[in-house]
Each structure stands twice: as C-alpha cells, then as structure tokens.
C-alpha cells in the first residue's frame, strides 16, 4: 500500500497549443479510492497514464510512496491497471489470464495457483477458471480483468473507465462491487470516469478536471453541497442544478416575483467585482411550490417564478419536472423534484420558489462561489 502524490505534473502533446494536464497537484492517502472525473478531453485519462508510465510527464514529478516515479518504466512503478476494454488474451483461460504477469514475473506455479484461486473466491469466478473470455458476459469479463489487477498484489490499483462497455444495470451492480472490494483490501486506487454519478456514489475522494486543470477535489458530500465554482456546480448532481443569472437587490436577489435571501458577504463580494448580477444554483430538489396565495413582490401575481411543464419524469418515489420559466426578460430550462404522487401535467404552470438557506451564489464574470 502507498500514498500517491502528483507534484505539478504537466503533460503537453507535441503540437498541442495548451497542456493536456496543467501542473496538477493531487495527494492521495494510503488506501484512498479517488475518483478522476471529467467531461471528454478534460485530462482525466492522461493523468491515469501518467501516473502508470504511459504518458511522459513533462514537468513536475510523480510519486508512489516515497518513491519518485516520473520517469520510471511501468513495470517498475508496483501498479496494475484495469482498462475499459478488459485487455483478456482470448486463447487463455480465465485462470491463466488471470495468473499470466505472475507467471512473467517468475513467481512458482503453487504460489500462483493460490493467488488466482483466493482472487477468484473473491470475485465469485471460481466456476470459470476453466474457461475462455468468449464464453464469459461483459460483467464477468470485467471481473477476470480486476481478478488479474488483484493477484498481483500491487501497490496502486488505476482504473480507466473499466465500467463503460456494461450495460446501465450491470454497471450499477459492478460499481458497488469494485467500491466494497476496494475497501476490504484497503489498497490506494485511482479511477477515471466520465460519470459523475459513478465519481459521487463510489469515491472517498472526487477530483473534477476541466480543460487540463484541477476545479475541485473534496468528498462526494462536499462537493455536492459547496461547488467550488460554476462549472462543478453545473456538472456534478443528476439532473444538474438550475443555474440562473438574476439582479442583485436590497436584501437579496431578485427571483422572479420573489426576493430570496441570500448571503451579504456573497452580495459584497460580487459589488467589489463589479457586478450588478449574479448566478444563482439551486438544485431540483430545493425549491418549494407556492401557491398562487403566496405573498409576492407584484400583488396580483403569485410568488417566485412561474414554471410551463414541458416533459415529467416519473420515477415512482419522485418526479423531475422539466420546464421553461421567464427570468430577467429571457426564457430559462428548470427542472424541480416534486412527490411521485403529486406529478403535475404537461402544459400545467407551477410557482416555485428556491428554498430558503439551499441557495448556491457563483460569480457571474469569474465563475467562483461567492456564498459560504
């Protein structure tokens, strides 16, 4: 088991006009599980390889342990990976699969053999240790490549997307089989996704990448309940939070017939920037439907905003009301939580308003969180 540390790590392509990742600094605790996420391009991957030898780092270092591993070979640097596409050589046997870099390594036939057999309990493909990849379903297939990471007894585990080719169903079952093995052999593993509902639901840690640079890096809790800036806020919860541009007032924002509190810090923070408006998040399960009693700004008209249901999501438990509202002179996309048996009707007007104290301020010129 080891630490893992990134040091300013940079990567820039040859030809490329900016790094592919740009001085990322990142300490990973021994035994942590953190989760690299990402949108497409954002540096996540390169990272991942990085750190396993594949990818050249241009400046600043790596290091596993106390071990400086920048420029080391992979095989020298005590990681196994997983890949997306499993990587199973096809004319081998799950068992040999499995065992094939022990057997590389020069490491004795029994020693092997128990190694693949406590791997293979562990993942429940004991019954398949005779058979070959072609025989095997996506899900078990997935299970020989983590099998194969496991035997080998590493000092980092990394894992690049290893859920991807999976069925929505099976991915679900398997992340929280990689999540529970994981911590029962309490070795540090480092895993890129695209999935930021994977990134919340299995990481002690979640670092979230955009353009090459680090945004965040906190709990799946944390960074739920305090985005560092707009484009983790936008990005992280399913569906996304509501992020709304609205005028700053005397005693808060201006939301549509409704003035919500919010932080003075935040309001001076943004008048000290310049700015006569801010950005407003607020998550579809954090506003509150009014009724058209509800005092208002405008007397004759109902509180908050008023929302035309377009589509509705109905999930039993709970509903996602996906719907356009006029703010500030233009048309906005809301979506809010309601009660699985209140589920309004297409073409149906709701008022919501944002909760009170569940508001999240950003910046509208930098981006960054203004609230506490």
Not at 2 to 10: L, M
Not at 109 to 136: C, N, Q, S
Not at 291 to 306: T, Y
């Amino acid at each position: 088991m080891a630490t893992v540390t990134f040091e300013k790590a940079t990567r820039i392509y040859p030809g490329a006009e900016r790094a592919a990742v740009d001085k990322l600094d990142i300490e990973i605790a021994d035994g942590e599980f953190l989760v690299l996420v990402g949108p497409s391009g954002c540096g996540k991957s390169t990272s991942l390889r990085m750190l396993a030898g594949l990818e050249d780092v241009d400046d600043g270092a790596i290091r596993i342990g106390d071990r400086d591993v920048t420029h080391l070979p992979p095989k020298d640097r005590d990681i196994a990976m997983v890949f997306q596409n499993y990587a199973l050589y096809p004319h081998m046997t799950v068992a040999d699969n499995m065992g094939f870099a022990l057997k590389i390594a020069g490491v004795n036939k029994a020693e092997i053999r128990t190694r693949v057999e406590e791997a293979a309990k562990i993942l429940d493909l004991t019954e398949f240790l005779g058979r070959k990849p072609k025989a095997l379903s996506g899900g078990q297939r997935q299970r020989v490549a983590m099998g194969r990471a496991i035997v080998r007894e590493p000092q980092v585990f990394l894992m690049d997307e290893p859920l991807s080719n999976l069925d929505a169903k099976l991915r679900v079952q398997t992340r929280t089989q990689i999540a529970g093995l994981q911590r029962r052999l309490g070795t540090t593993t480092v895993y890129v996704t695209h999935d930021q509902v994977e990134a919340m639901t299995m990481g002690d840690r979640v670092a979230v990448l955009k353009d090459g640079l680090l945004q965040q890096i906190d709990s799946p809790r944390n960074m739920y309940d305090r985005p560092a800036n707009l484009f983790v806020a936008g990005f992280i919860g399913s569906p996304a939070m509501n992020l709304v541009e609205v005028a700053i007032t005397d005693g808060g924002v201006k939301f549509g017939n409704s003035i919500v509190p919010v932080n003075r810090e935040a309001i001076a923070a943004a008048a000290e920037k310049g700015d006569r408006t801010v950005t407003v998040g607020v998550r579809p399960e954090h506003f509150d439907i009014v009724s058209g009693e509800a005092q208002s700004l405008a007397k004759d008209e109902p509180a908050g905003v008023a929302v035309t249901v377009n589509v509705v999501e109905e999930l039993g438990a709970d509903g996602y009301v996906y719907g356009t509202a006029e703010i500030g002179g233009e048309h906005k996309d809301i979506v809010v939580r309601v009660g699985g048996r209140q589920v309004p009707m297409k073409g149906d007007v709701l008022h919501v308003v944002p909760r009170a104290g569940e508001t999240h301020v950003f910046s509208t010129s930098s981006g960054e969180r203004l609230s506490d």
